[in-house]
Every structure is written in structure tokens, then in C-alpha cells.
């Protein structure tokens, strides 16, 4: 996992600017201009104090789904469908935080936030448990758990959690005893997620069980050998990855939305997808990327009434991004030799 | 294995002839026709998309940016045909961007030796990254393809009206083509190199088959086909393109690819099934038999992929190389 | 008159080794060529180079005075030259027909013709005398057969030069003089053969010229009739060697692995062990003899708590010893050497220290509380490399980093430190040099002096002789026969092995 900076920092920033470069012709080719669009993008993601802040908050949840992506990366598990585990966490979120009244902060914000969590793992422990025990492989399945929860979160939100005075489809607002609060201004969320950042680093560096979880995701048979339970692991690792990815959506609702819609959320599970691929699944060395794709996305809405571009630009540069660093077509040009990360090949449980 | 494909594949087709035609006792026989008809438009796009997996997978690469590869042929097939006013011309490009698709995704898995489930999951990013920018809303095509019977088969018993009657004209390619593959796959010089170059690429670098040729040449036969799913489903079937049409249905397909033992008719039989217990649950919605909320009727086509992989994942042997890539020098 | 085969000045890299260093071989035409070396010398990169399934970095290579292109197995296949491969290349799923055919295939137009494929295996497999079943699935096959496949694979098209890697390593003595048989035909028919094993007495009994490697250079030829096999071992090692191993009797003391009733299923969930039973004593070593592929590696998986035990029961020291939990079974006093160290014994990308500490990371003085401990981990590691004499420059490097014999090492210094009661070593020198053999045997029989009852499985049948006090002989599933390991006999082994009754 660790690699040399120099020639391999290299690889991500060519990337970049590869994937500005094909940007840029995209963005002409529709009768704009490049120049406006990417200024526009680093005004608002990094310049002004509003604009950092958004992008540091929108980093901190990225950073999140990006640990949730990382986590399973390194149990040789390829959580691909983390954002139904987003929604579900998010939605329970919010049902505790407007629904239970009369908490105080510091205890009302840290349940909500572990009930989302728990839904997010239950999704997330179900796709593992699937594999461990039917050898579904969890590609499928939790793409396929996607759909299903992105369908009963809209059952419920359009039913029983509805606020029914608005004329639109969106719960109550949650209570402010289940809100984030903001240190002087700077985005509490980015400081969570860095810390959980730390955390899951040293899980896999110094604990037993982050070196069991390592070592089913390199060589199950060795893991076995040495007397660790594949599939334990296997469900753990999911049910993990999981509860990271309810937490960000407990967090996001309580740093930023207020309520829940699921349009919300949208893009939270697939950019840490991206993000955990861009830091080859390692936790610290993911938080770069994830600044840098809280800034695109925070500036994204800019876009399109600054620059008159569509704001989906956004997630061809991500999508470009990715494909020039995982793809070891830069990496070669540069003679970078870290390794290209793998998840388990084949369908095998 | 081979025998015992055939034996499953069979089965299923069965249950699903029997199912129709149960279905078609009970209820009034234009109901039966209407949903038989749209069982089968439910159907064949998965089960064209499962030829994708099949294709790649019998080679040994394992291919889940099938969704991805719809998507973008998709995408050129509706907005050429819309700009050039030809049907044709645009379902030729979807192949053509199928193509090139899955060029892309060989040289990533093939050449470049990448993780297979990593450059598929690029291969996706990449297209919707693509579409969603590049999409404009007011396109329309000129037309859609007509809608016509085949005139002697269509008055066979059962099946006539099954698989001959109101569907158009790609409909009735992929009942072409899809036995076209199992003969390509099981009796052909072709097939057989395939077949070993996804099971031991060693065995054929051996024999002097090239297996990166082969890899190569089925992952882009895959993308041709992807590229046609794509048009039809844009130009044919729907007759118009929006954003993340696929909405997974490339990995339901991978699902019914298992499911069927990696035996195209297998994968095929499976994938009408699918559709139609799909067009049913539809049915039942719109008269109103029932009244389960229609997120949940949404749910069903995912739900059932689960289960069906639930049941028959951990029992199925995959081509045995399918996965990983070929180093020569430990041959 | 022209050499049928000429291979000059062939050299070939890979990262790390020169596996070939500037080597020239001639074979004629009806010659029998034995290439000899050690594992790891080099020889089945300078076959794999004639063939075309290895590209070399410079030389060239001449058949019937004709330069064949470098790196095209198609070209190679064209100028006649067959080969039969160390690791079998067939397609296991696959019919005997497909697997010969494949390549070049009988056809009309696109399609395979069936027919006209099967007649020609049928009349091939006449020819030769080499009976297969044409329709039968290769993986339902007994390995012997499989190789006869390979055989015939090889000799399909008329042929001038026959390459064989190491046939006989999983054949039954009976069927290696089957073998050697069908070598000598062919040769007196004027193929010309080159032939590679490590087993010296079948290089004395076929072979009219043998050739010597050692580290990827050729360091002699020389021929049966010239030389002995202590001459040929010191050839292949660059020493004296001493082709016997040097122990003291065995003080036997109370049983400690008691095995009772065992069935086991393989992967396909067939029944690969069936109502075993067998005693180990402390401080005895007991030699499974066998074929590989009748039921060793499911016995010693199950035995070791990794294959579930479908009946019967495994005790040690006394005590149920758990199924399906290697863990539990390794807490109980058990160390097992895997057969496949890439596979199960070894974490390739993790360092040697990790490696070292592969199933005791999370106990005491490794982890507390959860919590690893590194520096305990380091001076553990430190103290195993200098002991097992393991060739690293430090033990933070992965194992990938490490030769075969040294990667041996890494699992036999984890397995053999944890004073264990019972260890279970399955094919301990797979793969290793002549030093690290001699190192790991020697180990093993202070293991045995030390108290603890080594079960040793092994397909080389000279291993078992030298080491074991009893030897188990094991077909289909069943143990045939146990008899004293002292003054065994080899004939009468090798015919329990093959399945034959007394
Ligand atoms: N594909 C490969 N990549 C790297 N090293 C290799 C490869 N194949 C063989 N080697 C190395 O080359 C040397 C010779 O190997 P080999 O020809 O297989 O020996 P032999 O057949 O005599 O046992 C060994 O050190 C081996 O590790
Ligand atoms: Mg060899």
C-alpha cells in the first residue's frame, strides 16, 4: 500500500490534468468556453471562505464513503453498491432525529447518527452474509440491494415519514438536538471524518482484526491456513463497510440536508467509489482526492448558471479522472511502479 | 458440465412454455397475448445482454460494464438515428460504439492486465459520466421500427404467439441470435478455442491458439452485441434515450448469465422467465389485482435477481479462468 | 550429420535470475537426451523456449537446419516439435476428444467434425498404444491417464522432436516403466527426445546422453554408460552429496494424533477419504507413500481442521480435536507444512516477519488485547531468519522477494518453532534445492527427537523411504498397507501404490 511519493504522487495530478485537457475539448465542442467553466470551479470550490467551507464539507462526507469503499477494498471486497447503504443510513438518521424529542444534543445526535449507522450495516452485512453463505457475489448483489432500497426509501418517505403540509415529498426536519453544530465555522463533519480516517488506518495497521480483514482480502487460502474465518470476515468486512456508509448518510443529513429527500444523496456512495480507487484503498491517502472532488462538487451547481455548462461535466471529469489513474496508461508514461489494486477476481464465494 | 447445461436449460424453458401457456387457460387470450408480448420485450434485451457476460466470460474475462456499454450505444444510437433521421445508420453506430466500448475494456483487462471488476466498474463511470454531459433533451427519432407478426410461425401453437407475434424486427434477430451463439460456442472450432481459453488459457497457448486473440476478438463480439442492446432499446423498444435507461439491468443480466450455467440457452430461458414473471407483476398492477405500492412492484425485477442468484450462485462452476489475466511466461 | 535439434548460445532472464545462461544443446535424430539439473536450473525455461511459450533474450535455435521464430509456440508446432508439460495443460471440463483436437481442429468450414475428430483419436491412441477413453471428461481421469492425453497431444502430429518435462512426477512406478516404454519406441521410430526429470535412476535407464544444469548454466554432458548416480547428483548439485539422510532410532512414546473412521470429500464433493483410521506416535515419524491425488491432501486438510470432516474423528494428544476450525486445531498442538506454500502457506505481498507470524499474529507476546506488538513480532522474526538461515537481506522484505527453498524456510521456521505435539508436513521439499532439502529433513527428524510425532506426506517416494520409521502406503482413499520404514522395499511399495494387492 505504501508508495514512493515521487514518481507515484505523480500519477493522480497527470491524471488531472489529462482528464481537463479531454474536459476542455468536451466543453468546447458545446460552443463553451473551457477557461470559464474550470475558473469557475476553483473560485467557488476553493477560493472564498464559503466556497472552502462547502468544499471541506462536502470532503468530509466524501472522505467517509470513501473509507466505507476503502475498508471493504481491503477485505478483498468490492462494496460497489454503498450508496443504498448511504440512503438507508441517512433515512434512519432522520427518522430518530425528528422523531425523538426531548434529548440533548450529546445524546440525541450520537444515537441518530449509531441507528444509521446499524441500517447502514445491516444492508451492507446482508450482501456479506449472502456471499459468505450462498457465494452471491457482491458486485451484484449490492447494486441489486441498491434499487431495492433506493425504492423502499422513497415508499416511506412519500407514506410514513412524509411531511405532509408540503406540497413536495420530503420528511420533517430534523430536530436540532440531531444537527451538526459548526466550530467556529469550520465544517465539524471534515473533522469526523478525518479522525475516522485515522481510525480505520490504524484498524488495518495495528489491530488483529484489520490484519485478519488484510489478509482474507490477499490470499483467502492463507487466511485459512493461518485459522481465520473467511467467511466471518467476509460478513464483517461488509457489515462494516456498511455502517461507514449509514454514518455518512447520518452525517450528511445532519451537517447539511436538515431533512431528507433522496435526490439528496445522489453521487455519495459512487464518488467514494472513486475516491477509495484514487488512494488505493488507503485511508489516509484517500483524503486528497476527496478534497479535491468536495471542490468539483461543491462548485458543481455554479457551473451551470455561471458557465452555462451542464453540472453533469462534473462527473465526466471525475469518471475521466479515474480511468487515467487506475488504467496504468500514465503510470507507464511516468514509469510509476505502484502496484494497480485489485479486489477478488472471479465470481468464486 | 456440457450435458448437464443442456439438461437445465431445457427445464427452464419448459416451466416457462408451461407457464404461458397455464397463464393463457386462466386468463382471457388478449390479456395472455399483451403480456406474453411484453414478457418478451422484458426479456430479450436481458437476455441479449447476458450473450455480453457469456461472450466475455467464456473467454475468461469477466465483464460487468455491460451496463456501461448499453448505456453509451445507447446514447449514439438514439442521437444519430434523431440527427441523421435513419434508424439503420443509428443502430449501426450503437454497435460500432459497442465496439469500441469494449475495445477499451479489452485493452484494460487484456493488454493492461487491470483488475476485471475495476475496469468494468470505469467502463460504467465513464459512460454515465459521458451520456449525462453530453445529453440533450428534445431529441426524437423519426421513427421506430414496425411492429409485425411472422407469418407462418406465428400461428404455431403457444410458442407462435409467444415468440412470433408483435414484436419488431431486433426482437426477432436476438431469437437468432442467441441460438446462433450456442452453436458458435458449443459445435464450432471458434467456440471450442473459446471455451478453453476460459477454462485454461494454458491448455490453448499450448495447443498455439493465441489466447489474447481470442480474449480479445469475443470481449469485442460481446461489445457489438452490448451495442445492440443499446440500440434496441433506445430505438426499438422505448424510442428514446434517457438518462441511466440501464438502471442495473446489466448486472440482472450477469445474474440470469449464472443463473443459466453460462450456457447462452440457458441464460436465455432464464432471462424470458424474468421477463416474464416482470410483465405479469406489471399486469397485475395496472388492473388493479392488486395493490401493492408500486416502489414495491419496481423492487421485484432486483428482488428476484437475489434470490435467483441466492439459489444458484454457490452451485455453479464459472469458466474457470474467467477473472484473471493470462501471464504467458508461467504457462 | 546434421543435429535434428540445435539450441546455441541460448540465454534468458527474468527479474532477479539468469535462468539461462548462454546454453548450447544438440539432439539427433532418435536420441534419447536427458536434462538433468535441480529445481529451479533452468531447464524448463530453455524447453519452454523451444517450444515458443518463452521468449529468450539472445541465441538461437536450429531444427533440421532451419531457425525457428523466437516466441511463437505456432511455428514451433509447425516444425514438428511436440511437448508434454510439467504442469498438465488440459482443460479439465473438457472431453479426451476436445483436449486432443484443440489447436487443430478436424472441420468443415467453421464447424468441429465430431466424427472425423474422434476417429483420429481413436486410431492415434491405436497407434501408440496409449488406451484412452475418447468421450470421457478429462477431470474424471486418473492423473496417469491425464498424462497419456498430454502424451498423445503431443505426438498428434507427426513429429520429429518430443519434449517431456518431468512426466513422471505424479505417475505410479508401474506406469513410469509404461513411460520410459513409449519413450524408447518413439526414439527407436527416430523422434528424437528430450527429456527432463530430477530422478536419477530414470535418466540411468533411458537415456543415451545427459545433460547437466546448474543455475542456468550447463555445467557437463556426460552418459549412462560414463557415470553413476552419485556422479550425476554431484554433477546436478556441485558437491558431494549424501543421497541418504542420517537419523537415530526412533524413541516411540504414547500416541499422539489418533485418527479414527475419517471421510473426507474433495472439491467436486466426491469421496476422496473414506472410514481412515491411523495411529501417530510421539517422537515417530510415519510417512504417507502415494500416488498424488488419492485422498492425501484432503486427509491432511481435515486432519488440520481446513476440509470438513464428513465422519469420523481426529484426536490429539487425547483430545476431539475440532472440525472445520484451524484455528482451534492449531491451538491444540498442531503444526501443518501446506503442500501449496504460494497458496496457503504464505502471504506473497506481506513481509516475512508477517509471514513468520501468520497463525500465531494474534497471540501472546504478538498481539494484546487486540492489539499487535511489533517489536515482539521483529525480534521473533530476526531470530528465525538467522536460525533457518533464510537468504534476505532483511526480514521486512515480502516474501515474494524470496527464492522457492527460501520461502520453504519462512514455513517450515513457523511450523517448527511452536513446539508442537503433532506436525503434518505434506510435501516439505516441493520444489527446494538440495541444501534447503537436506536443511528441512534434518529439521524434521529433530522434531521427531524432540517429542513430536511428524505425519509426512509425500509423493517422492525416495523421501518417504529416508525418512519415515513407518510408512503408510495410501490408494483411493484407504491406507493398503503399513509397514516398517526400515529396510522397505521399494518394488513392493511402488505396487501397493499403483493399487496392485501383495
Ligand atoms: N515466468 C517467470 N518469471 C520469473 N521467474 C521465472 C519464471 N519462470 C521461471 N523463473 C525462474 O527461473 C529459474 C528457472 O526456472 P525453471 O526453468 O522453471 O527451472 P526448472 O524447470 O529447472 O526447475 C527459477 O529461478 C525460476 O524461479
Ligand atoms: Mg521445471
Known sequence: MKFKISRDALVPVASVLAALAIGAILIAAQGHSPLEVYKVLIVKGFQSTAGLQATLSKAGILIMSGLAITFGLRAGLFNIGAQGQVLSGALAFTYIGYRVHGLPIWIHLPFALLVGALFGALVGGFAGYLKATRGVHEVISTIMLNSIMAAVVDYLTQNQFRLKSQPNTRTPDILHSARLPHIFGFPTGFIVAVILAVVVGWIFRKSTVGFELDTVGKNRNAAWYAGISVKKSIVLGMLISGAIAGFTGGMFSAETTGYFVPAFYSGIGFDGITIALLGRANPIAIIPGAIFIGGMRSAQSAIQFQAGVSPDIINLLLALVLFFATAPLIAKMIKSNAKSITTTSGWGS | ?331 | MEALLRIENLSKSFPGVKANDDISIDVNKGEIVALLGENGAGKSTLVKSVFGLVKPDSGTITIKGEVIEPGDTAAAIRHGIGMVHQHFQLVPVMSVVENIILGDEPHKGAFVTKKAAREEVIALSKRYSLDVDPDAIVEDLPVGIQQRIEILKALRKDIDLLILDEPSAVLTPHEIDELLEVIRKLAASGVGILFITHKLHEVMAVADRVVVLRNGKLVGTTSPKETDEEGLAQMMVGRNVVLSVEKGPARVKEVALEIRELSVKDDRRLDAVTHFSLEVHAGEILGIAGVEGNGQRELVEAICGMRHRENGSVRVSGKDSPDMDPRGVHLMGVSHIPEDREKDGLVSSYSIADNLTLNQFNLKPFADKGVRNFAARDEYADRLVKEFDIRTPSFQNSASSLSGGNKQKVVVARELTQNAHVIVASQPTRGVDVGSIEFIHKQLISARDGGAAVLLVSAELDEILSLSDRIAVMFGGKIVAIIDGQGADRQYIGRLMAGLSE
Open chain 2, 1 to 331: 458440465m456440457k450435458r448437464f447445461n443442456i439438461k437445465i436449460w431445457q427445464l427452464l424453458l419448459t416451466i416457462a412454455l408451461l407457464a404461458i401457456w397455464i397463464y393463457s387457460y386462466i386468463a382471457n387470450t388478449d390479456i395472455t397475448n399483451s403480456v406474453v408480448a411484453s414478457g418478451m420485450r422484458f426479456g430479450m434485451p436481458l437476455a441479449l445482454a447476458a450473450m455480453v457476460g457469456i461472450m466475455c466470460e467464456r473467454s475468461g474475462v469477466i465483464n460487468i460494464g455491460i451496463e456501461g456499454t448499453m448505456l453509451l450505444s445507447g446514447f449514439t444510437g438514439f442521437y444519430i438515428a434523431s440527427w441523421s433521421k435513419n434508424i439503420v445508420v443509428g443502430l449501426l453506430v450503437a454497435i460500432l460504439t459497442g465496439v469500441l466500448t469494449s475495445f477499451v475494456h479489452a485493452m484494460m483487462t487484456i493488454q493492461w492486465k487491470m483488475d476485471q471488476i475495476i475496469a468494468g466498474t470505469i467502463i460504467n463511470i465513464l459512460a454515465s459520466g459521458l451520456t449525462s454531459f453530453l445529453y440533450k433533451e428534445g431529441s426524437t427519432i423519426p421513427n421506430s421500427w414496425p411492429i409485425f407478426d411472422i407469418p407462418l410461425l406465428g400461428r404455431l401453437p403457444f410458442i407462435g404467439h409467444a415468440f412470433f407475434t408483435q414484436q419488431g424486427p431486433i426482437q426477432y434477430l436476438g431469437l437468432l441470435l442467441i441460438p446462433a451463439i450456442w452453436v458458435m460456442m458449443y459445435k464450432t472450432r471458434w467456440g471450442l478455442r473459446t471455451r478453453a481459453v476460459g477454462e485454461n488459457p494454458g491448455s490453448a497457448d499450448t495447443a498455439g491458439v493465441s489466447v489474447i486473440k481470442v480474449r480479445m476478438i469475443n470481449v469485442m463480439i460481446g461489445g457489438a452485441i452490448g451495442g445492440l442492446v443499446g440500440g434496441f432499446i433506445c430505438l426499438e423498444l422505448v424510442g428514446s434515450f434517457s438518462k441511466e435507461f440501464t438502471a442495473g439491468s446489466g448486472f440482472t443480466a450477469l445474474a440470469l448469465m449464472i443463473f443459466g450455467r453460462w450456457n447462452p440457452m440457458g441464460a436465455f430461458a432464464a432471462a424470458i422467465l424474468f421477463g416474464l414473471a416482470q410483465a405479469l407483476s406489471t399486469q397485475l398492477q395496472i388492473f388493479g389485482v392488486t395493490n401493492i405500492p408500486n416502489q414495491f412492484i419496481t423492487m421485484l425485477p432486483y428482488v428476484f435477481t437475489i434470490v435467483v442468484l441466492a439459489v444458484s450462485a454457490g452451485k455453479v462452476r464459472p469458466p474457470a479462468a474467467a477473472g484473471r489475466s493470462y501471464e504467458k511466461e508461467q504457462a
